[in-house]
């Protein structure tokens, strides 16, 4: 196995062609030598009898076609992996960088991971509550869901994603142990540093893993990174019982290396010059989320990625769209506003809210009032259109009603402190009240019964008068 | 002789140098670990090999073993409600032999081989059987009755059958010999090749609709039993939900559902829903009728391609046997994707947007592979296919979608904005359509009650009116618009919250039967001619009404909660809906 091979035969970008390897197989871990003694590691990406292409991880600068040396590890990428795991900082392809010296390792296991059989997951009902009402209220966080944050460069992503470290807490706490997985993914410094920094502050540093491939580390290596984190995550999650929760910033990042390494090797590009296999590739890093039958632990995953130009339709956020279990959307506008969280309501949505939501969990009035709310304030949007043309002051009384209600409902419901922690009861009522702005015959989406026991005109005029006390 | 040896591998695809003996579309098993996988190119040179499985770990010179058989599905008792890999792999034998987490290389067997069924046989010694003709039967499931058929292609003389009783899936039950004196031992299964359709006597015009339950679908744009459909939206907009409710409470016999690329999470929701419901019909659990085929989003590429294939193999079977099956595929981008991925691996010239050349011509082959027909036993069934598609971007011009609409009659447009105010069905009156609406023309004058059709067309109407005016209150508000049409506006209005829209998780909205569909689409007619009639002074009321008194009695808003509150099989409170309508007009 340990037979060393001197000499290359092509190297291009990050990939290197090795001729004359006998032993090497797909997807297999190879390590390079340099002349100065140094080692890189690499990966066979494709392989044609004796010819291996390989693509090496921290990158090819200073690799002579002679004098370098290469080794098969027979093996494909491995994480060591142990209970010690939390509390530990690692770069992007898994080694200890907290000076801590290496993980003692209990056992090794393949990065890629291996498919979750559909029969052997546990469909995910237990609601994480966050805090947050636009999250709580309307796109419901369920234990074992993957839902990210589509956000854009400058808004505040990371401040809402820490206020989720912060806050989450299930709902019906059974004491099971709760984890972190963070994974920067070609972020900057100082954004590693302040979700360092944060975690830090809320006292949950020592139940953190942190994977760190900053923007100024080897592109290559940030196809590993996610991978890296995942595995630790099934590994706490699956074997140790834990909850996990991963947090990884930014996917776009991860797209635009996963291109940069498909050009190189002369791939068919698809649109805007991702590969086609997009989709394949994000999925087996979002799929990784979820319950097993018979294991305590839960993988839960909030990726961010950054919208290019704000666009939902760009391959990144579209295909992550297709994945993943729905998406909280932040919008610009809300944003300049000076609105936090800037969560823009309409698009965003939990696919699994529906079966872990109502009474038993929540509340029974909770999908009533989240989908009230989600018409009245789509109906906002079409009446500050209109509004736009031909005037507020034209406008019919109802939809000056809705107005009002638009504007209510971004700031008092929408808005809210970083320090903020409301309860979900809290937020339902408050969601009753707002409502309770408009005409009880707007009230479409609500039956009779509930509407009686929570229509409340006199609170909701009651709201409007307080200052906004949340900003 | 030395065996042929992998040469080259490239993610799923693996080349076999200088090997003369494999024949296309041959299974193989590929290295020691006997991954599946299929021929799918042939030169001098090269043989190009897609597997099924991941190739981790796979090296040149591993062996490559031929079976001298296309990518065949095992057909016999024992399918239905059992869920399945995209070649055919039971995931529940996989779990207990790998545990949660799928292991390559796990060759089982399709059907449980030990399991006896209870097997009447319908032959007799000396009796001629043509090809399709069942010669045995057992009950698969409660709902369902298995019946065997000679095999597509095999007619000749039964030599010896074996009595009633219990036997396995592998038992010889009947011997037949063909004209040619060859003996053939017939069991209660048989092998198809899936990329093959298999044979039909001929095909019947469309005549009857498949009945969804849903008012959308039922009433606007109804779907034929061998009619082919497509769900086009992105992402958010409720296309499995939409499959969901089909496959729950369509009236089709058996339901063949492809889970192909899609979410895990969502797979179990539907093992474990599916397992819960109870068919209204039989009271039996929905799993009874149903067989499922997951290939999630991070399970190997290849097979993504194979379990449409798969999934329409299992439903011909079942259409075989003279039962209308209906398959919902979730999503079929997916697979055209996963088409895209291998034509890139072997370096084919792309066409539209990195799309195979291909990619039309393999859609409308899988889209033919509906209809309704008669078996070559004789009996009248059908296929219908719902395919779901996720067009990029939400951009229904991408080639996907655009292809699929060329070879479905069927189309019910997603959209994004009625999506945002959580209105479901998010399936837009505007951009759908169905070109079946004429030829179950008759059938619902016949079943459905003679006007029905016209409350259609009115209804239809009214929608289409709405959408022309609301260019004009889009530009200066409903304010200037004179009463009858803002009539058209409100009852419109009416028609989408209380009528279109419908709620999955409300016992009484859920599943609507015809006759209930029909019966709300009279009472809002009914308020809408009355108010009509009373605003420009035709009514009882003997003078002119404004638009503005009759929408303050509320009775529009009323009638938009009458879906919850009267239930399937309390048709005849509807006429109290009636009453109150005529009531609150008079009045005025």
């Known amino acids: ?471 | 002789m030395i065996g042929n040896v992998v040469f080259s591998v490239n993610g799923p695809v693996v080349t076999v140098q200088n090997a003369s003996d494999f024949k296309m579309l041959e299974m193989v098993y590929v290295g020691e670990r006997r991954l599946i996988g299929e021929v799918i190119g042939i030169t001098r040179e090269k043989t190009t090999i897609q597997v099924y499985e991941s190739t981790t770990g796979l090296a040149p010179g591993a062996p490559v073993l031929g079976t001298g058989a296309p990518l065949s599905a095992t057909l016999g008792p024992g399918i239905l409600s059992n869920i399945y890999d995209g070649i055919e792999r039971p995931l529940p034998e996989l779990m207990q032999m790998s545990g949660a987490m799928i292991d390559v290389g796990a060759n089982l067997p399709s059907l449980d081989e030990e399991k006896q069924w209870q097997v009447t046989l319908c032959v007799r010694e000396g009796e001629t059987l043509e090809e399709g003709q069942i010669y045995a039967v057992c009950p698969e499931t409660p709902l369902i009755e298995h019946r065997c058929m000679v095999p597509p292609g095999l007619r000749g003389k039964v030599v010896s059958a074996a009595g009633n009783g219990l036997y396995r899936v592998k038992d010889t039950v009947v011997l037949l010999e063909d004209e040619a004196g060859k003996r053939h031992e017939l069991t209660l299964c048989q092998k198809w090749p899936i990329r093959t359709p298999r044979p039909i006597g001929k095909r019947l015009p469309i005549t009857m609709p498949l009945i969804t339950g849903q008012r959308v679908i039922d009433t606007l744009f109804p779907i034929a039993k061998g009619g082919t459909a497509a769900i086009p939206g992105g992402f958010g907009t409720g296309k499995t939900m939409t499959q969901h409710q089909l496959a729950k409470w369509c009236d089709a016999d058996i339901i063949v559902y492809v889970g192909c690329g899609e979410r895990g999470n969502e797979m179990t929701q539907v093992l474990e829903e599916f397992s819960e419901l109870v068919d209204p019909k039989s009271g039996q659990p929905l799993t009874a009728r149903t067989v499922l085929i997951a290939n999630t989003s991070n399970m190997p590429v290849a097979a993504r391609e194979a379990s449409i294939y798969t999934g329409i193999t299992l439903a011909e079977y079942y259409r075989d046997m003279g039962y209308h099956v209906a398959i919902m595929a979730d999503s079929t981008s997916r697979w055209a994707e996963a088409l895209r991925e291998i034509s890139g691996r072997l370096e084919e010239m792309p066409a539209e947007e990195g799309f195979p050349a291909y990619l039309p011509s393999r859609i409308s082959q899988f889209y033919e592979r509906a209809g309704m027909i008669r078996t070559l036993g004789g009996k009248d069934a059908s296929i219908s296919i719902i395919g779901a598609v996720s067009p990029q971007g939400a951009d229904f011009s991408e080639p996907v979608t655009q292809n699929t609409k060329r070879f479905v009659r069927c189309f019910w447009a997603l959209d994004k904005s009625l999506a945002y105010t959580r209105h479901y069905p998010a399936i837009n009156w505007n951009d759908s359509y169905s070109e079946y609406a004429d030829d179950l023309a008759d059938w619902y004058a016949g079943h459905a009650g003679r006007s029905f059709l016209a409350r259609r067309q009115e209804l239809m109407g009214l929608l289409h009116e709405e959408n022309k005016l609301m260019e004009i209150v889009k530009l200066i508000g409903s304010d200037v618009l004179p009463d009858d049409q803002k009539l058209i506006i409100e009852t419109a209005k009416l028609v989408r919250t209380g009528f279109l829209q419908q709620n999955a998780y409300h016992p009484a909205d859920t599943f609507v039967p015809l006759p209930k569909q029909l019966r709300m689409m009279e009472v809002i007619l009914h308020l809408y001619h009355g108010a009509r009639d009373a605003i420009t002074g035709r009514g009882v009321q003997k003078h002119a009404v404004a638009l503005s008194e009759i929408l303050e009695t509320g009775i529009f808003s009323r009638l938009t909660k009458m879906k919850y509150e009267i239930p399937n099989d309390r048709l005849e409170l509807f006429d109290e809906y009636d009453a109150e309508v005529d009531q609150v007009l008079q009045a005025l």
């Open chain 1, 1 to 471: 196995m340990s037979i060393e091979l001197t000499g290359l035969s092509e190297i291009n970008g990050p990939l290197v062609v090795l001729e004359g390897a006998s032993g090497g197989s797909y997807d297999e871990m190879v390590r390079l030598r340099l002349p100065d003694g140094s080692f890189r590691t690499g990966r066979i990406v494709q392989i044609e009898k004796d010819r291996c292409v390989i693509q090496v991880f921290e990158g090819t600068n200073g690799l002579g076609l002679t004098d370098t040396s290469v080794t098969m590890t027979g093996r494909p990428m491995e994480l060591a992996l142990s209970p010690e795991l939390p509390g530990r900082i690692f770069d992007g392809a898994g080694r200890p960088i907290d000076g801590l010296g290496p993980l003692f390792s209990e056992k090794k296991a393949d990065i890629n991971g291996k498919p979750l059989n559909p029969v052997g997951r546990v469909y995910p009902l237990n609601y994480i509550h966050t805090g947050i009402s636009s999250i709580d209220c309307l796109m419901t966080l369920i234990r074992g869901q993957k839902l990210p944050i589509f956000s854009g460069p400058g808004m505040q992503h990371n401040k809402l994603a820490v206020q989720i470290v912060r806050q989450a807490r299930l709902a019906k706490d059974d004491g099971s142990k709760f984890g972190i997985v963070f994974a920067a993914i070609g972020v900057k410094n100082d954004v590693a540093d302040y979700f360092r920094r944060s975690f830090e502050e809320a006292g949950v540093m020592d139940r953190t893993v942190m994977f760190l491939n900053l923007s100024n580390d080897p592109i290559i290596e940030r196809i590993l990174t996610p991978r890296c984190a995942l595995t630790a995550a099934e590994y706490l999650a699956f074997e140790q019982g834990m909850h996990i929760l991963v947090i990884m910033t930014d996917v776009t990042a991860y797209c635009e290396a996963l291109r940069e390494f498909s050009s190189s090797k002369g791939e068919i590009p698809g649109r805007k010059g991702y590969p086609g296999y997009l989709y394949s590739d994000l999925a087996s890093l979002y799929e990784r989320a979820g319950i097993i039958q018979g294991v305590d632990g839960s993988v839960t995953q909030i990726p961010i990625l950054t919208m290019p130009n704000d666009d939902i339709t760009h391959p990144v956020p579209d295909l992550t769209g297709y994945i993943t279990e729905g998406q909280i959307v932040l919008d610009r506008s809300l944003d300049a506003t000076g609105i936090y969280p800037p969560v823009s309501v309409l698009p965003s949505l939990s696919r699994l809210m529906k079966d872990g939501i109502g009474e038993g969990y929540t509340r029974a009035d909770h999908s009533a009032v989240s989908n009230q709310l989600f018409a009245a304030y789509a109906h906002v949007q079409d009446t500050r259109a209109l509004a736009s043309v031909i005037g507020a002051e034209d406008l019919s009384t109802v939809d000056q009603l809705y107005l009002k209600f638009g504007e209510a409902f971004e700031q008092k419901f929408i808005a809210q402190r970083f320090e903020e922690d409301r309860a979900m009861e809290e937020t339902l009522d408050l969601g009753w009240r707002l409502l309770s702005l408009l005409p009880k015959s707007e009230l479409d989406r609500v039956d009779n019964d509930m509407l009686e026991a929570h229509y409340c005109p006199e609170e909701a005029k009651a709201l409007l008068e307080q200052g906004s006390d949340v900003m």
